[in-house]
């Protein structure tokens, strides 16, 4: 099977009523762990690789990586997405080097720190739109910026995320606005801002509506019922993940993150994609933390990679079973970009707006 496009998943998990994690890469471990859960459990896959992603390990190398992980599970449908695009030029080099889904976010202006005028995001994602479709390639946009509910702080942890301070408002994707945005934009996906933000610190408590506002996303899918809404920022943050990390010589503060049951939630008003990467980095760093304090002489690097790469997978299999993924990959019958392209020349992919 080869690349799918985003849409076809997306459309799947939508009729059937599911969400899929969407993990973010950036090695091989990471790679054959998100593989080997999703072969466990017969989940589609999005893999994702953000501009850092790109930069760490260079182009090539997460182009091959994918194309070995669609050549090691043949039968896994599997999307390769390029995640938190700054510009129409950083999105059409994704294309270029065969991504099947970009996101064009607009959110913020092309230093990926100020926040844009509503007409800059429309204009840069529109434009990405027109080009990406011609050649059956999905695009997400976002609306509204990421960043933490409690404190007004903007989610610049990442790398991605404005800097400084937000209104309440930057920090709420407006109903009304995602209509306008999808209206004018015919993009296939949307993340929305409800107060979730990137990395481990999300929430000084466990989050409850006012500070993360998962009221909002019913309110988002009413008006935009056919596009795909996007949960960025979704890592859960686990407790005992964090402790083993504590007990081998880490020191992380307490921290929540955004809980299954509300991701669960969720998934029944319209999220299909939940971005996660902060839990593979904790199960990983956890893992190898672990086994190079009980194993003070081994110096052998695949013998520290495996436990990481294992510990990665555990994560990964948890939330594809949480999301309602498994036994899905067999059911899909995948397009290629080329039939996907015809279906959004002939109209038939376009947004509804109520
Ligand atoms: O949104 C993300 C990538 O785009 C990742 O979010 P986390 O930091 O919560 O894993
Ligand atoms: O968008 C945020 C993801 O967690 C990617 O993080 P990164 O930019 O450090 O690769
Ligand atoms: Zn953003
Ligand atoms: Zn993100």
Same mark, same amino acid.
């Given at each position: 099977?080869?690349?799918? =496009? ?6 799947? /998990? ?11 890469? %950036? %090695? ?10 999703? @072969? ?45 695009? #700054? =510009? ?16 064009? @976010? ?9 926040? =844009? *005028? ?24 976002e609306?509204g910026c990421l960043g933490n509910l409690e404190?007004? @702080?903007?989610g610049?942890e990442d790398?991605?995320g ?6 309440? *408002?930057?920090m709420l994707t ?10 004018? #934009? ?5 993340a929305i801002a409800i107060g979730t933000s990137h990395g481990?610190y999300k929430f000084?408590?466990?989050p #409850?509506? @006012?500070i993360l506002a998962i009221?909002r996303v ?11 809404l996007v949960m960025h920022g979704s890592s859960s943050v ?8 504590? !007990? ?8 929540y993150g955004v809980p299954?049951?509300e991701i669960?939630?969720a998934? $029944?008003?319209?999220v299909? $994609?939940i971005n996660i990467d902060t ?5 990983? #760093?956890?893992?190898?933390? $672990? ?19 294992? /510990?990665?997978? !555990? ?15 067999? $059911? ?6 080329? !039939? ?10 376009? !947004?509804?707006?109520?």
């Amino acid at each position: 099977m080869a690349l799918v =496009s985003m849409r076809q998943l997306l459309d799947h /998990a939508a009729e059937h009523g599911y969400g899929i994690p969407a993990f973010n890469v %950036n %090695n091989l471990e990471q790679v054959q762990a998100v593989m080997a859960a999703a @072969d466990e459990v017969g989940a589609p896959v999005i893999l994702q690789a953000s501009a850092g992603a790109r930069k760490y390990a260079g182009e090539s190398f997460i182009k091959h990586l994918i194309q070995a992980a669609v050549e090691a599970y043949p039968h896994i449908p599997l999307v390769m997405h390029q995640d938190h695009g #700054t =510009s129409p030029k950083v999105c059409s080099g994704a294309i270029d080097l065969g991504f099947g889904s970009v996101m064009m @976010d607009g959110s913020l202006m092309e230093d990926g720190k100020t926040p =844009s *005028s509503f007409d800059y995001n429309v204009d840069v994602t529109r434009k990405v739109v027109e080009m990406a479709h011609k050649v059956g390639v999905t695009v997400e946009g976002e609306l509204g910026c990421l960043g933490n509910l409690e404190t007004g @702080d903007a989610g610049e942890e990442d790398g991605i995320g404005a800097a400084g301070k937000l209104d309440h *408002s930057q920090m709420l994707t407006d109903p009304e606005e995602a209509a306008t945005f999808v209206k004018a #934009t015919q993009l296939d996906a949307l993340a929305i801002a409800i107060g979730t933000s990137h990395g481990a610190y999300k929430f000084s408590r466990k989050p #409850t509506g @006012d500070i993360l506002a998962i009221s909002r996303v019913k309110e988002i899918h009413k008006r935009i019922p056919n596009t795909h809404l996007v949960m960025h920022g979704s890592s859960s943050v686990p407790a005992e993940l964090l402790a083993i990390i504590n !007990q081998y010589g880490g020191q992380m503060k307490e921290t929540y993150g955004v809980p299954v049951e509300e991701i669960q939630e969720a998934i $029944k008003h319209g999220v299909r $994609k939940i971005n996660i990467d902060t839990d593979i980095r904790l199960a990983m #760093t956890g893992a190898v933390r $672990k086994f190079l304090f009980e194993n003070p002489d081994k110096f052998d690097a695949r013998e520290w990679l495996k436990p990481a790469r294992e /510990a990665a997978k !555990q994560v990964c299999k948890a939330r594809y079973l949480e999301f309602g993924c498994e036994g899905q990959a067999a $059911k899909i019958k995948p397009l290629t970009l080329v !039939q996907v392209a015809e279906a959004y020349a002939r109209g038939e992919l376009a !947004q509804v707006v109520q």
